[in-house]
T-cell receptor
Framework: DQQVKQNSPSLSVQEGRISILNCDYT??????FLWYKKYPAEGPTFLISISSIKDKNEDGRFTVFLNKSAKHLSLHIVPSQPGDSAVYFCAALDGEKLTFGTGTRLTIIP | KAGVTQTPRYLIKTRGQQVTLSCSPISGHRSVSWYQQTPGQGLQFLFE???????NKGNFPGRFSGRQFSNSRSEMNVSTLELGDSALYLC?????????????FGNGTRLTVT
């Protein structure tokens, strides 16, 4: 049973435009959410996080939105750059146990 | 500051064998967790160790085990390997745990079981 779902396996966006990556979850016990980026042959790197008491967190070009009633979060990247091409994982915390989604491959088109 | 180091980078084993993977966390980090990444399944949590004690465990069979040493280095062992164990195994460390500090991942060990 996939508790964290990223329903879009891939996404292509023009350079300079906004990239929106989506994530849905089913476990209402999740209280902390994170996004990680992964390049080939490297481990994931932390991007941005949000606590369940907030609905938005911003860090430079990256903004994460959380809609608790819909059990949905999204990552916005503005403007998108070629170096943003990677696989993006959302993850949710319940206790110290982190559950990841299956990832979305983002391709930025120059 | 050195990152999380995982050895070896690649392993090829035969069904039925056992394997041990090693992870050296960032200096000062006390929490080490392990993940399995397979196509279509994303990253699945195996277990987390903190100060030599297993603090959390995922839904993997008992063939998967781990331990953490006093210097925070961690090992993961998989016994009686099955073809389905072929995956990228990632180790991550953090200062105290994910709530207080983000996970830092190593580059993984790619295990192939034939």
């Amino acid at each position: 049973d996939q508790q964290v779902k990223q329903n879009s396996p891939s996404l292509s966006v023009q350079e300079g435009r906004i990239s929106i990556l989506n994530c849905d979850y089913t476990n209402s016990m999740f209280d902390y959410f994170l996004w990680y980026k992964k390049y080939p042959a490297e481990g994931p790197t932390f991007l941005i996080s949000i606590s369940s008491i907030k609905d938005k967190n911003e860090d430079g070009r990256f903004t994460v939105f959380l809609n608790k009633s819909a059990k949905h979060l999204s990552l916005h990247i503005v403007p998108s750059q070629p170096g943003d091409s990677a696989v993006y994982f959302c993850a949710a915390l319940d206790g110290e146990k982190l559950t990841f989604g299956t990832g979305t491959r983002l391709t930025i088109i120059p | 500051k050195a990152g999380v180091t995982q050895t070896p980078r690649y392993l090829i084993k035969t069904r039925g064998q056992q394997v041990t993977l090693s992870c050296s966390p960032i200096s000062g980090h006390r929490s080490v967790s392990w993940y399995q990444q397979t196509p279509g399944q994303g990253l699945q949590f195996l277990f987390e160790y903190f100060s030599e004690t297993q603090r959390n465990k995922g839904n993997f069979p008992g063939r998967f085990s781990g331990r953490q040493f006093s210097n925070s280095r961690s090992e993961m062992n998989v016994s009686t390997l099955e073809l389905g164990d072929s995956a990228l195994y990632l180790c991550a460390s953090s200062l105290e745990g994910v709530y207080n500090s983000p996970l830092h991942f190593g580059n993984g060990t790619r295990l192939t079981v034939t």
